[in-house]
């Protein structure tokens, strides 16, 4: 009787395990999968040129996500679309946890551009270094102001609300990480958002936000991210 007890429990766990591996995603089987990521966004998902995201430490259910919004057509990305096609529901679940798994590399400060300077510097060629320096901390200061108390005039919503007051996100609700990804990307992607671009999903939270933003406190909230600890 023991016996027979025994081998029906075993044979259970045995056809539960894999539908488990499944929905939580297998992080080997998904190290091999991302042979094919790494070109663009590293071996680790810490990618080196700023305009590819990285994706270390990036919550599951978010890449999950996305990967099926690139699929589906629901965020618009040329350079993604035809690779996330390929991805079944198994692929997607080990992607993500294999890049979830690793750890996000941290960004050097930002250096200025000369979008960044003040019209009355003329592009910045007049300022000298430690002008330069107190204008990136003025930056960076109004970047973290934005993020943890919003813009109640211009009813821009505190980002720290969502993403965490470490850029740390919201894994249950899907909200992603932030801290220490890109600047460049961030710029880009909230910059997309804001013109309906990244997504046409009218209701999206980030277009509702991003819309309200000017491009100074786009500019400068991303390079306060990027040094996000
Ligand atoms: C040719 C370069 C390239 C390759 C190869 C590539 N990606 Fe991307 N990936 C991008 C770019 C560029 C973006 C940003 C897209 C945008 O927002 O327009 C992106 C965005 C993403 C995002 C969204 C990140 C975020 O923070 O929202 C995920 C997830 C992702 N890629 C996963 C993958 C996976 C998994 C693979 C391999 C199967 C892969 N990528 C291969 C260039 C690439
Ligand atoms: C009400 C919740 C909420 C608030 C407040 C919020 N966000 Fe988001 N954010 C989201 C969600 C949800 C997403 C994912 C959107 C998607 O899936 O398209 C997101 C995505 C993003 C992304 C894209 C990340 C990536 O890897 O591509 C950036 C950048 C971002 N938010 C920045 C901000 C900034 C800056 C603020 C403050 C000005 C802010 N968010 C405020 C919910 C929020």
Redesign the pocket.
């Known amino acids: 009787m023991l016996k027979k007890l025994l081998a029906v429990s075993i044979s259970i766990i045995c056809m539960a395990s894999p539908a488990l591996v499944n929905a939580e995603g297998d992080a080997q089987a998904g190290k091999q999968l991302a042979s094919s990521c790494a070109g663009c966004h590293g071996e680790t998902g810490n990618s080196i040129v700023p305009s590819f ?1 990285k994706l270390a430490g990036q919550h599951t259910s978010y890449l999950n ?2 990967l099926l919004a690139f699929k589906n057509g629901t ?1 618009q990305a040329p350079m993604m679309a035809p690779l996330a096609m390929g991805l079944n529901d198994k692929n997607r679940a080990d992607l993500a946890k294999f890049y979830a798994s690793q750890t996000i590399s941290a960004n050097p400060m930002p250096t200025l551009k000369a979008e960044d300077h003040n019209s009355s510097d003329e592009a910045g060629s007049h300022s000298d270094n430690k002008n330069k320096e107190a204008e990136l901390k003025a930056l960076l200061s109004f970047g973290g102001d ?2 943890r108390n ?1 813009d109640l005039e211009r009813e ?4 720290v ?3 965490g007051p470490f850029g740390e996100g919201n894994k249950p609700a ?3 990480m ?1 801290k220490g ?1 890109h600047a460049d990307y ?1 710029i880009q ?2 910059t997309d958002f804001k013109t309906n671009t990244r ?1 046409k999903v009218a209701d ?3 277009h509702m ?1 991003a819309t309200k ?1 000017t491009e100074k406190e786009i500019r400068a ?1 991303s390079y306060y ?1 990027s040094v996000m600890k």
Do not use: W
Not at 156 to 159: I, N
């Open positions: 995201p996500k996305q965020r934005l993020y919003g821009v919503s505190a980002c609300a969502c993403h899907g909200f992603p932030l990804q961030l992607t909230l997504t999206n939270m980030m936000i933003m909230v991210i």
